[in-house]
């Protein structure tokens, strides 16, 4: 594709429930990023993909995040049992080779609100 | 630990005038990246300018320029000619991988 896409663009869930967001990075982009961007706040980094390979997730906020890229394209971060403070903005990024001069590309995010 | 610090929550700039905005950041890497990016109200960040660590001469890109202090730990953009479009949220970042954002510049630009 064109551009780095995500979906949905927009989730509203309950308290407690689960939700799965989806990044779907430009075509041979080697590098995958999920950040976490809160109301009038910066993005702060979760995690990092090459490839397959989840090579940092010291962003990452509990153990009810889980991201995964299982064929190295396509990627899906979950959390589970969702709290109100896992309100915010999710945005995923892309770079072309694994060398740290790639820049990032970003998609549109996805706007979670827990009720 | 790394840290971007940008002071200034709001700026305003005319129409084709000049407007700076300043970014302070704190690493203990010396091989890293900075970066400008813009968000407007569509969230999509869009890299605007970047500059390599290394390198003495400052980045341009168009009407965008940088003012890269790397003793002082400084890293301000220079929007030239500004136009109406210019208008969004500017954050600084720190790289090279995961990034290292500050809380953002909302840029007002009035006719």
């Known amino acids: 594709g064109a551009g780095v896409s995500q979906s949905p663009r927009y989730k509203v869930a309950k308290r407690g429930q689960d939700v799965a967001l989806r990044c779907d990075p430009i075509s041979g982009h080697v590098s995958l990023f999920w950040y976490q961007q809160a109301l009038g706040q910066g993005p702060e980094f979760l995690t990092y993909?090459?490839?397959?390979?989840?090579?940092?997730k010291s962003g990452l906020p509990s153990d009810r995040f889980f991201a995964e890229r299982p064929e190295g394209s396509v990627s899906t971060l979950k959390i589970q049992r969702t709290q109100q403070e896992d309100s915010a903005v999710y945005l995923c990024?892309?770079?072309?080779?694994?060398?740290?001069?790639?820049?990032?590309?970003f998609g549109d995010g996805t706007r979670l609100s827990i009720l | 630990a790394q840290t971007v610090t940008q002071s200034q929550p709001e700026m305003s700039v005319q129409e084709a005038e000049t407007v700076t905005l300043s970014c302070t950041y704190d690493?203990?890497?010396?091989?890293?990246?900075l970066f400008w990016y813009k968000q407007p109200p569509s969230r999509q960040m869009i890299l605007v300018i970047r500059q390599e660590a290394y390198k003495q001469q400052n980045a341009t890109e168009n009407r965008f320029s940088v003012n890269f202090q790397k003793a002082a730990k400084s890293f301000s953009l220079k929007i030239s000619d500004s136009q109406l479009g210019d208008a969004a949220m500017y954050f600084c970042?720190?790289?090279?991988?995961?990034?290292?954002f500050g809380t953002g510049t909302r840029l007002q630009v009035f006719p």
């Open positions: 990024a892309s770079s072309f080779g694994q060398f740290s001069n790639q820049p990032q590309h």
């Open positions: 690493t203990s890497e010396s091989d890293y990246y």
């Open positions: 970042a720190l790289g090279p991988d995961k990034l290292i």
């Open positions: 993909f090459q490839n397959e390979a989840q090579l940092d």
